[in-house]
């Protein structure tokens, strides 16, 4: 069984708003970079079913050249082998999905195992268009994933509103991760050594064959306006009431 993880770096979601701002305005210096978070959890589950059965994890990222040093951290966790595919700007979401459709016509996996969202856009978009172009099965948000013994079908739990729905859908196919499935592994530190001259697959954005314009264009960057207004203490509920009659919320 071959799994491919695709993973991208995004700026630390502990990077207060007003830094990550004037950062963006300076071309994103100063951002500390770090691998999302729900691609993470899906490389700590991929490897945890190579450790149940034979298989091989490929991770692959389409990232800038400067983020390599963030990939690298990924592959410290086990990973058999790494494709970084150089791609200089934003990409759209179906340019992201087209060039794993691409990666995924090449390594031929049994499950492409995905974060089900990125920590910077919050879209939940790649994984599904990629079951799309490849007419896959898809089970998104997986927290809890179980293969077959025939490693034909795979078996996933996802939290609903109203519980749990269970899914069973034939390989291959793409699976996307959600929190609750795994507490991702660190890396040690002889693994990070190693990790910093194993062999990457490094390729270019136009090797794919895929237009490298963007499809969107941001035009600018803000803070959220503060809020107005102040707090006002009442006594009791019915000078609440008698408050909002006065600025006409109740009638």
Do not use: H
Not at 69 to 98: C, D, H, L, P
Request: glycine residues 6%; hydrophobic residues 45%.
């Amino acid at each position: 069984m071959k799994i491919l993880v695709p993973v991208k770096p995004v700026a630390d979601p502990n990077t207060k708003a007003n830094s990550w701002l004037a950062a963006q305005q300076k071309g994103a210096d100063g951002v500390t970079m770090v691998i999302n978070d729900f691609d993470l959890i899906a490389l700590e589950e991929a490897l945890r079913i190579r450790d149940k059965i034979q298989s091989e994890v490929v991770l692959v990222s389409i990232c800038e050249p400067g983020m390599i040093t963030q990939v690298r951290s990924a592959v410290a966790m086990g990973a058999n082998r790494s494709i970084v595919i150089e791609s200089e700007g934003e990409k759209s979401w179906f340019q992201i999905a087209a060039a794993l459709r691409k990666i995924v016509e090449q390594e031929q996996p049994d499950i492409v195992l995905m974060g089900k969202q990125a920590t910077d856009d919050d879209a939940s978009q790649v994984g599904p268009i990629l079951a799309e172009l490849l007419d896959w099965p898809q089970a998104t948000y997986a927290s809890q994933i179980t293969i077959a013994e025939d490693q034909s079908k795979a078996t996933v739990a996802r939290e609903v509103d109203d519980g749990i729905e269970v899914l069973e859908v034939g390989l291959p196919a793409i699976i996307t991760t959600d929190l609750r499935l795994n507490e991702p592994r660190y890396a040690t530190l002889p693994n990070l050594i190693k990790a910093k001259k194993a062999p990457i697959d490094q390729r270019k954005w136009s090797d794919l064959g895929i237009d490298a314009g963007s499809l969107t264009q941001v035009e600018g960057y803000e803070l959220a306006p503060g809020r107005g207004g102040a707090v006002v203490m009442v006594e009791d509920a019915r000078a609440l009431f008698d408050m909002l009659r006065e600025q006409k919320v109740l009638g």
